[in-house]
């Protein structure tokens, strides 16, 4: 599968903003989906994810409440909708799939398949 991010820009705190990711190849349906995200000097970092039955999605506590994970299959695209922007929310975000989850779905290295990334900047 090939992933696509698109979506991300400049936001002011307390904006929104909503991330999409592309799949091509395979049907997001099949796979459970990710998005991470990674500051400048930091590591990646888990932001959300949800399941491929869709019956289960799963959020960082930095984020929860204020991000929403989501899957529209007839476009074969996965959302993450970002509200109540803080400037701490700056990163590069990149979607993942995953077929297999052996651990915790919060793990990127359970995550083979990754899209290009997409620069989300808020100002304060």
């Known amino acids: 599968v090939q992933l696509q991010a698109s979506g991300g820009g400049l936001a002011q705190a307390g904006g929104s903003l909503r991330l999409s990711c592309a799949a091509s190849g395979g049907a997001v349906s099949y796979y459970h989906m990710a998005w991470f995200r990674q500051a400048p000097g930091k590591e990646r970092e888990f932001v959300g994810a949800?399941?491929?039955?869709?019956?289960?999605?799963y959020y960082a506590d930095s984020v929860k409440g204020r991000f929403t994970v989501s899957r529209d299959n007839a476009k074969n695209t996965v959302y993450l909708q970002m509200n109540s922007l803080k400037p701490d929310d700056t990163a590069v975000y990149y979607c993942?799939?995953?077929?297999?989850?052996?651990?915790?779905?919060?793990?990127?290295?359970?995550?083979?398949?990754w899209g290009q990334g997409t620069q989300v900047t808020v100002s304060s």
């Open positions: 993942g799939a995953s077929t297999v989850v052996l651990s915790s779905i919060r793990e990127g290295r359970q995550y083979p398949y």
């Open positions: 949800i399941r491929r039955s869709g019956s289960n999605t």
